[in-house]
């Protein structure tokens, strides 16, 4: 790791990364986007198989079925959904666990920081109980007894949650879902060797999937989160680089289970911590924030402000926060944890602890999270971490970016956080939009990939085009690091607006990108624009909203993205997914779904035909709203 990779870097939106990364002794996901440029066809367009020892096979002009006769259609839809499925199961796994530690909390008379939400699920639950531990531990045994439903069993609080014409619409599709993770089982199955070859009926299976992704694993992880960790509050924050301090021992976040770190976040701010770490020549402890956990502490950071540091990066940006040299460990739980990450803890001696058997790193240490030993563990972390810092600081050289980011990143932005700043409604929202000062909505979720234009370039380049059209975007997801990297998100970026949204924001004050924190926040996305279009009395497809996910990386972006269509919304790609062998997907997807759910899949790798495209759909819209 001491040779230089000089410039076979990709490119980024945020070039003093991209300089930075360049600089660097060590090898970052950034150098391998070269190395690994040369891309099977047969992989990108879904047309191999290797499920059985026949295989792999592959579709050719000359050879248009596998050995067991499976076509390019079955295939393709085979392996599309046993990828949503994959990505379903990983948002259940959040969401379980996340009930799991509410329930347990409530039983130990834990802290509930967020009790307008607990109560706010309590109405939705039809749950009556003045005990605010009962309330809370009944609330989890809901979610939980519905996620362990069999699939054949009805799901109760997807009628409860979601919007009704939407679900009269999946009534009528056939697609309401039973228990969260039979559904995952069986989606699973259904993609198996020689069983399921109607790529229509997997692809149904895929919008079923994608409901009780968006209703439990999105919506309700968030709901469940504000309760144990209070409701998010809008707030300027620092973000980028420059948010770590090197006079701390500092631990970097990674993963998505916000309340895995409840107890911990506590306990390095007690005296007993301080202490510690104080005895080790340093100041105290900070948490800097890194991927979707990162994005949700600083959502809530208004309630942390003595421990957390600020959000320094998505996860293609972690490398570059491990490799200043100010990092003492990582604690990760869920994934956007890359792998390469490993080598370069290895060269800085950073510790890596692993609280969830999921995420085990090759090198790192597994410390399973364990609610009834919480306290323990957090003590057993915290020696472990001061004890890094002893052996490691002094002996690797620090490499900052201070300059990096900035200090006044609009955060706090959620369903609730932005209807009290309109005074407690949406019709100040609604008007604006009918007026024409703001022309649409366009959610710019999900990841941050490497090869759609490079590090967050297409996120970035979209999000500019889009407000520059007085479209106001709001964010969700990696995506939103890189996009507040670069600066879109302080009230200063609304001189990048048009200029009705740019009189809108400087009026208000705010910037013309509003963070929403986690890829788990699409389920705030959701939650405002099924109020919006409860206001207007019409079903969600009608709204002049759009959805991007330019930059989606993984098989949970699939499972997101089926929520959306499962909505029926317009879901832009600037990759297509691995589907394009199969003409059957390609126009279920992309035509079809218009006329299913009222959705549809829009691929464009360029920013602005993506833009112009996106547009146009926002002006038909509110064409036939008459606005």
């Known amino acids: 790791m001491s040779q230089c990779y000089g410039c076979k870097t990709c490119q980024s939106a945020d070039k003093p990364l991209e300089n930075y990364i360049r600089s ?101 639950f039809g749950i009556e109980e003045s005990d605010d531990y009962i309330k809370a531990e009944k609330v989890a045994d809901a979610v939980l007894a519905d996620l362990y439903k069999p699939e054949y069993v009805k799901a109760e609080l997807v009628e409860k949650i979601a919007y009704a ?204 999270f364990n609610f009834d030993e919480r306290e323990a563990q957090s003590e057993i972390i915290i020696d472990k971490i001061v004890d890094a810092y002893k052996e490691r600081r002094g002996s690797v050289p620090m490499n900052l970016l201070p300059e990096h980011g900035n200090d006044n990143t609009l955060t706090g932005v959620s369903e609730g956080s932005l209807k009290d700043f309109l005074g407690g409604s949406w019709k100040p929202l609604i008007d604006l939009i009918v007026s024409g000062d703001i022309k649409g909505i366009a959610g710019v979720v999900g990841c941050s990939n490497l090869t759609a234009g490079g590090h967050d370039v297409l996120s970035v380049e979209l999000t500019k085009e889009l407000i520059a059209r007085d479209i106001i975007v709001l964010t969700a997801g990696c995506s939103s690091g890189g996009i507040e990297n670069c600066g879109l998100m302080t009230p200063e970026a609304a001189k990048f607006a048009g200029p009705k949204l740019r009189a809108v924001c400087e ?33 969600l497809p009608q709204l002049p909203l759009v959805l991007s996910a330019a930059q989606w990386l993984e098989e949970q972006a699939l499972a997101d993205g089926c929520f959306g269509l499962a909505l029926g919304l317009p879901l832009h790609l600037g990759l297509p997914p691995f589907v394009t062998g199969s003409p059957v997907a390609v126009k279920v997807l992309t035509e079809d779904m218009k006329e299913i759910t009222g959705g549809q899949v829009i691929i464009n790798p360029d920013a602005k035909a993506s833009a112009d495209i996106l547009e146009k759909i926002i002006e038909e819209k509110r064409s036939a709203l008459n606005i």
């Open 24 to 124: 660097l002794p060590m090898e970052t996901s950034h150098h391998r986007v070269d190395t690994q440029k040369t891309k099977c066809g047969f992989g990108l367009q879904g047309v191999c198989c290797r499920l059985c020892s026949n295989g792999p096979c592959r579709i050719t002009p000359n050879s248009s079925r596998g050995i067991c006769g499976a076509n390019a259609d079955t295939i393709v839809a085979r392996n599309f959904l046993r990828a949503v499925a994959s990505g379903s199961g990983c948002y259940i796994h959040i969401v379980e666990n996340t009930a799991l530690n509410l329930k347990k909390t409530a039983q130990k008379k834990g802290e509930l920081k967020g009790l307008k939400s607990l109560n706010h699920l309590a109405d939705i």
């Open 507 to 539: 009026k208000l004050g705010i910037p013309p990108v509003l963070n929403f924190g986690p890829c788990l926040a699409i389920g705030r996305l959701e939650i405002v624009a099924t109020e919006i279009a409860a206001e207007l009395g019409v079903d």
């Open 165 to 368: 014409p939407r679900v009269k619409r999946w009534k009528e599709l056939g697609i309401m879902p039973g228990g969260a993770k039979s559904e995952v089982f069986k989606g699973v199955v259904k993609c198996s060797t020689n069983l399921n070859s109607d790529p229509v009926d997997m692809l149904t299976d895929c919008l079923k999937l994608g409901i009780s992704t968006g209703v439990y694993g999105l919506t309700l992880t968030n709901l469940l989160n504000d309760v144990l960790l209070g409701q998010p509050e809008l707030r300027p924050a620092p973000v980028g680089l420059r948010v770590i301090d090197p006079d701390y021992i500092n631990i970097m976040i990674t993963g998505h289970q916000h309340t895995i770190f409840v107890d911990l976040q506590d306990k390095l701010v007690s005296p007993e911590a301080v202490a510690k770490a104080q005895a080790a020549g340093a100041k105290g402890f900070k948490l800097v924030g890194c991927t979707c956990v990162g994005q949700d502490l600083q959502l809530r950071g208004a309630h942390y402000t003595e421990v957390f540091d600020g959000h320094a990066g998505n996860n293609y940006t972690s490398e570059a926060i491990l490799a200043t040299g100010a990092i003492d460990a990582v604690l990760s739980e869920f994934n956007c944890t890359l792998p390469g990450i490993e080598p370069i803890c290895d060269e800085l001696k950073i510790k890596q602890i692993c609280l969830d058997d999921v995420a085990k790193k090759a090198n790192a240490e597994l410390l399973p």
